[in-house]
Structure formats: structure tokens, C-alpha cells
């Protein structure tokens, strides 16, 4: 995902690039900066309101009339009207200072979702309750998986997991992520390796799944 961070805020410009790695990052700290960076290839702006050469809404407004690029609103202005007036503008999210960067990195991952599943599922991919791709063909309704033909027993958890992870291929699911989504059930601890000993699992029923690991991030299924 290639995401166009502005924020004239430097260390809070530089926090919010190291927690958002293993995205492709672009860093403008004014909206002339920005204008010059943007094009059709990034697929998310988080953009400050108060900047010093604008304002983020004005930004956004001009943003709005050529591109459907996905925008998140990262402000000090947490008035109702601010936020309202915001998501009228055309944000799809909006976040208020001060703010947890695993908030962001969750609303960041939301959007991701948001997008894999608008798109036509390029190299194989998920439509309705189903993927193929490469001789794998689940079918999440049915619960019925194969490989290469043969039928393979997944484990609800195992099911959680590889869904995440197919619906979102192409992109980086951070451990803390699935962790969440996996174990949503109001759990007050889940085993540290809970998700390693799933994934190791996943992969022996799947052998020759393109399910690689983002050393110190997560996991991602290839597109390839």
C-alpha cells in the first residue's frame, strides 16, 4: 500500500512512517510538498487539518474532485462539527489527536480490507465467500477447502486465519491484527505463540501456500 503522510508535525510525521512499515511511505510536512508527491498510485493520504501553507480540508476538497484516493484526518480539532464537516469533504476516516499509533495502523488495515475487497480479484481472488488461485479453491460458506484437488480439514481458527489472510491478499496483516480478529472473543489473554503454532498448522495442510512472513510485522499471502 502506498500511503502520502502529511504533517508538518516532523517527529509525528516520522512516528507515524515507522509505525505504518512495510507500507510504501511518502513524508510531505506542507500541502505544497504534498501537491508535488501526489498521483494515482498512492492509495491513502492521512492529512493533517492545520498545516502551514492551508488548511488539510481544503486539501482534501481539491484532492476529492479528480481521485478516489482513500483519506484519513489526523487533527487536534475534535469539535463535532469538525468531524462532520471532514467526512462531508469526502474523508473516508478521522482520527483526533492525541491518538494510539496501533489505533491508526488498525484504521490503516480497515482501509486496506476496504479496498482488496472492491477490487476484481486480479491473479485469482476473493469473490463473494470464495478464492481461487494457483490449484487452491476455498469456499468459506461451504467450508469445503482444496488443494490441488484434494479436500483439506481446516480448523475454525485455521479458517479465521487463512480468510484474513485471502481477503486481504497482497497485503500485510500485522500479528497484532490477526491476533485481534482471530481471537475476538472477549479473551482477556491469548498465548503469545497462539497465532505461530495456527500459521505453522495453515501452512503444513497448505503446502505451497504464498504465505510468507514480514519478519518483525506479520504475514501476508502473495499474489503470485
Known sequence: MKILIVEDDRALNNGIALSLQGEEILQAFSIAQARRMFDESIDLIILDINLPDG???DYCR??????????????????EIDIVTGLEMGADD???KPFSLMVL????????RRKTAAEDGKQGGMQQNCFRQNGFSFDFEQMVFTAEGETVELSKTEQKLLRLLVSN?????????LIDRI?????EF?????LSVTMNRLRAK????PIKTVYGIGYVWGKG
Not at 481539491?62 to 469539535?79: C, H, P, W, Y
Not at 495502523?105 to 486496506?112: D, E, F, G, K, P
Not at 481471537?183 to 479473551?187: K, L, R, V
Open 55 to 57: 488548511s488539510g480540508l
Open 62 to 79: 481539491e484532492v476529492r474532485q479528480g481521485s478516489k484516493t482513500a483519506i484519513i484526518f489526523l487533527t487536534a480539532n475534535d469539535m
Open 94 to 96: 478521522y482520527i483526533t
Open 105 to 112: 495502523r488498525a484504521r490503516v488495515n480497515a482501509i486496506q
Open 169 to 177: 491478499c497482497g497485503n500485510t496483516l500485522s500479528r497484532d491484527m
Open 183 to 187: 481471537w475476538s472473543d472477549g479473551a
Open 190 to 194: 491469548v498465548e503469545e505463540n497462539a
Open 206 to 209: 497448505l503446502p505451497g501456500a
